[in-house]
C-alpha cells in the first residue's frame, strides 16, 4: 500500500483568492490524480497530474481555473483559482502505480474547502 | 464511454443482518475492479482490487466477488463500526478510473 499526506486538511478561504493543496506520496507513483468530492457525491476527476509536463485535464476543467504541478514522482500540488462558493468542496489526492503491487489506486484524507 | 453503477443508493441494516451491495459495469478493456471504504470527512480507504470473472476476496466481513457485468459486495454479520459509503471503481485499458455513486451503509446495533 502507500501513505498518501494532504494538506491542509480544511481551510476556509475568501472568495476571490486561491488555494495550493498539497500531496506528498511516501514512494515513486508513475500516475497522481487530483479528484473533487461535493458532499454526499461520488468522486469526479479534475486532472491527471503528469511528471514533466503538463496536466491532462477533464471535460469542465481548465487549467487557468485548477493549475496542477508534479515536480517529481512524489508529489503534486492542485491550486483552486480565484475561488467562488460553488469550489466549497473536498478535493483529493491519489496515487497509483506498480510499486504498489496491482492497479489499485490509493488516497490521501481529503481537503475539506469551503469558500466564503 | 464507461459506466460503473451501485445499487441501492443507501442500505440500512441491523447489527448480524448478512446483506450485498451490488457494482455492475461497463468498462472497455477492464483492468481492475476496486471496492473502497468512505468514512465522513475522510478519503476513500483501499479495499480490494479483483482483476477477473470469478475471482473473490476476503477480508474479516466482508467478501467480494466479480463476473464479467458485475461485482457485489457481501457484508456477513455486519456490526455498527461497518457503518460507512462503500465506493466501487473500474480502471479501463487506459488506466482511467471510474467510480460509481457509492452505496451509504447504516449498521445499527
Known amino acids: 500500500s502507500a501513505v498518501i499526506s494532504q494538506k491542509p486538511s480544511r481551510d476556509i478561504c475568501q472568495r476571490g483568492t486561491s488555494l495550493t493543496i498539497q500531496c506528498q506520496v511516501d514512494s515513486q507513483v508513475t500516475m497522481m490524480f487530483w479528484y473533487r468530492q461535493q458532499p454526499g457525491q461520488s468522486l469526479t476527476l479534475i486532472a491527471t497530474a503528469n511528471q514533466g509536463s503538463e496536466a491532462t485535464y477533464e471535460s469542465g476543467f481548465v487549467i487557468d481555473k485548477f493549475p496542477i504541478s508534479r515536480p517529481n514522482l512524489t508529489f503534486s500540488t492542485l491550486t483552486v483559482s480565484n475561488m467562488s462558493p460553488e469550489d466549497s468542496s473536498i478535493y483529493l489526492c491519489?496515487?497509483?502505480?506498480?510499486?504498489?503491487?496491482?492497479?489499485?489506486?490509493?488516497f490521501g484524507q481529503g481537503t475539506r474547502l469551503t469558500v466564503v | 464511454e464507461d459506466q460503473v453503477t451501485q445499487s441501492p443508493e443507501a442500505l440500512r441494516l441491523q447489527e448480524g443482518e448478512s446483506s450485498s451491495l451490488n457494482c455492475s459495469y461497463t468498462v472497455s478493456g477492464l483492468r481492475g475492479l476496486f471496492w473502497y471504504r468512505q468514512d465522513p470527512g475522510k478519503g476513500p480507504e483501499f479495499l480490494f482490487t479483483l482483476y477477473s470473472a470469478g475471482e473473490e476476496k476476503e477480508k474479516e466481513r466482508l467478501k467480494a466477488t466479480l463476473t464479467k457485468k458485475e461485482s457485489f459486495l457481501h457484508i456477513t454479520a455486519p456490526k455498527p463500526e461497518d457503518s460507512a459509503t462503500y465506493l466501487c471503481?473500474?480502471?479501463?485499458?487506459?488506466?482511467?478510473?471510474?467510480f460509481g455513486g457509492g452505496t451509504r451503509l447504516m449498521v445499527k446495533p
Open positions: 471503481a473500474a480502471t479501463n485499458a487506459g488506466n482511467m478510473l471510474t
Open positions: 491519489s496515487a497509483s502505480g506498480p510499486s504498489f503491487g496491482g492497479a489499485e489506486a490509493f
